[in-house]
């Protein structure tokens, strides 16, 4: 099945869970930014885990040249098939021919658009995901984006698979009104204790500087003690606390070593909801035991598989 | 988690990782230690084990979530240390290979902080290349993106603070200085290093192997404009 491009919004990149162990070499993790959407949308196309998908900023549209399952999730997603609007976070069977346009209600989060089938599309060092600062991955693995006239090979099986649903109220959670989870670590005893209540007390702004690599946000500035470190590795969640004193939550395609302090870390579920927070939403940060998100990580993961019947 | 041995610090890196420092005098011990323990962990194949990613003095240890968490993790090392004598290491021990020769076009217009370097170190601009030609570096760390080698060390007269506020784009190329810190942009990225010119050599090849690697020593040799043009290699 060839599955071409009619519009690729503002940003459609092929990505898939990410690549695994190449970080010691300077390639960064990659993989979905929301990986509860990412999960769910192939898991609802019928596909195996680590399928690639498409993740969507902006309203692109696609057109599959035979009959197709495909599934779209993300935040607030608007699913149009043939201008007919249909539901995310469930199997979409489409035919030959028909458009099927996804966009986000709020612009700038993500959407998610799994097509069921084996993604004939290049894995360098391991993983489909593309990315642009590294020219590597997507269609030519140059590391561009998807573009309108682009074609994805799909190798499609003849037996269609099962309708697949996932009830709204099961649907992940994109309320900002909750704080989000952060686990004190890496450089936190070169903050005062004044410095983090500042930090759990503030409102934090998404500003207009984010993408994969991380998120900038702005509020009450916090600062550490410290004037000089050595570079270090940088694991998903990280808040760095440049000079300015604005925190920069570093996401999927972040770099692997930097040299700025870093308060902890957002919780790996939490990473999920930042990442669809659009500028000018508020976010807030309570304080969570490392222990106590790992049950919580372990709670979401038993969930999938309770609600999946595995 | 207690530090134990080597190892001076242990500190919670989120829910799914742990960051090890190591102990010693100098940056190059702390640094031999840490590729020792690298290449014991890497050795083992631990199937928990997701990534592991050193720097100067630093490790992170990223462990499968749903497998283990960091109390099994830091019993494994403690025990690893416990059976392996050898992990404490008195010596560098390290082996240094190759030294390449980096030319740079300093103070290429896309890549010119030496007025800004001048200012925060009281050097000259001259003063400032001189400085940063003298040293024969050594790669402690390759990482931030592929091929980016983190070089020692920066003459002290030479250091300063990165800037306020990250650059959003940083040329590919560029040379750039961070505290005792130099190193060259392998592509177009942010950053918020001070820039001193641009090199014209590429740093990761079609294969995706960085030419510069952890052990190997690095000599800055300046070039003119035009050799800059001639060498460049797109």
């Known amino acids: 099945m060839k599955v071409s491009v009619e519009k690729n919004g503002l940003l459609s990149l092929i990505i898939d869970s990410g690549r695994q ?11 979905p930014m929301d990986e509860d959407a990412y999960w769910w949308a192939n898991y609802l ?71 069921h089938g084996r993604w004939q599309v290049p894995s360098p060092l391991g993983s489909a995901c593309t990315v642009l600062r590294e020219g590597i991955g997507g269609l030519e693995n140059k590391g561009a984006p998807l573009g309108v006239g682009d074609t994805i090979n799909i190798e499609t099986p003849t037996i269609q698979s099962a309708h697949r649903a996932l009830a709204p109220k099961h649907w992940p959670r994109y309320d900002l009104s909750q704080p ?40 009450s500035p916090i600062h550490s003690n410290m004037t000089k470190m050595r570079s270090e590795a940088i694991h998903i969640g990280a808040m760095q606390i440049p000079p300015d004193g604005q925190p920069i939550v570093m996401m999927r395609d972040r770099q692997t070593l930097g040299g700025y ?34 049950a919580a990580f372990l709670l979401n993961w038993q969930k999938r598989l309770r609600l999946t019947g595995e | 988690m207690h530090p134990f041995g080597d190892i001076k610090q242990i500190v919670p890196a989120g829910l799914d990782a742990i960051l090890l420092y190591f ?60 059976q392996d004598a050898s992990m404490s290491i008195s010596s560098t021990g390290g082996i240094s290979v190759k030294t390449h020769e980096i030319p740079v076009w300093y103070g290429a217009e896309s890549a010119n902080d030496l007025a800004l370097v001048s200012q925060k170190t009281g050097l000259s601009e001259q003063d400032v290349i001189d400085a940063h ?41 560029a040379v750039a200085i961070a505290d005792a810190q130099t190193a060259i942009y392998p592509s177009s990225s942010p950053g918020g290093w001070h820039l001193l010119g641009l090199c014209p050599l590429n740093l990761v090849d079609t294969s995706h192997n960085a030419l510069l690697k952890v052990g190997d020593n690095v000599k800055f040799a300046p070039i003119t404009e035009q050799e800059f043009r001639d060498l460049h290699e797109g």
Not at chain 1, 182 to 188: S, V
Not at chain 1, 199 to 208: A, G, I, P, R
Not at chain 2, 40 to 51: D, G
Request: neutral net charge.
């Open chain 2, 133 to 173: 030609i003298s040293m024969t570096y050594k790669v402690y760390a390759v990482g931030f993106a592929p091929g980016f080698a983190y070089m020692g060390h920066v003459p002290e007269t030479l250091h300063c603070a990165r800037l306020e506020t990250p650059r959003k784009q940083v040329p590919k190329g």
């Open chain 2, 23 to 82: 102990a010693g005098d100098t940056v190059d011990i702390a640094n031999a230690r840490c590729q020792h323990w690298l290449h014991t962990i890497t050795n083992l194949m631990f199937p928990w084990l997701k990534e592991c990613v050193p720097a100067y003095d630093s490790l992170l240890l990223v462990f499968d979530a749903h497998k283990v968490d960091s109390h099994y993790v830091y019993q494994m090392l403690r025990s690893l240390a416990a």
């Open chain 1, 180 to 219: 989000l989870a952060l686990i004190l670590g890496y450089q936190e005893e070169k903050f005062s204790s004044s410095e983090k209540g500042r930090l759990f007390l503030s409102e934090y702004t998404v500003t207009t500087n984010i993408n994969r690599m991380g998120y900038r946000l702005s509020g």
């Open chain 1, 21 to 31: 162990g190449k970080q010691h070499q300077g390639f960064c993790q990659s993989g």
């Open chain 1, 261 to 294: 302090p870093k308060l902890g870390s957002v919780s790996l579920l939490d990473v999920n909801r930042l990442a669809q927070a659009v500028p000018g939403e508020t976010v807030t940060f309570m304080s969570q035991h490392y222990d106590d998100a790992r």
């Open chain 1, 45 to 115: 196309a019928g596909n195996q885990e680590g399928t690639p998908c498409i993740e969507i900023i902006g309203c692109a549209e696609f057109v599959c040249d035979t009959n197709a399952q495909v599934a779209a999730t993300g935040r607030s997603v608007v699913c149009l098939v043939n201008n007919q609007s249909v539901s995310p976070f469930e199997t979409i069977f489409v035919k030959a021919g028909d458009r099927v346009s996804i966009d986000s209600e709020h612009m700038g989060s993500k959407a998610y658009l799994a097509i």
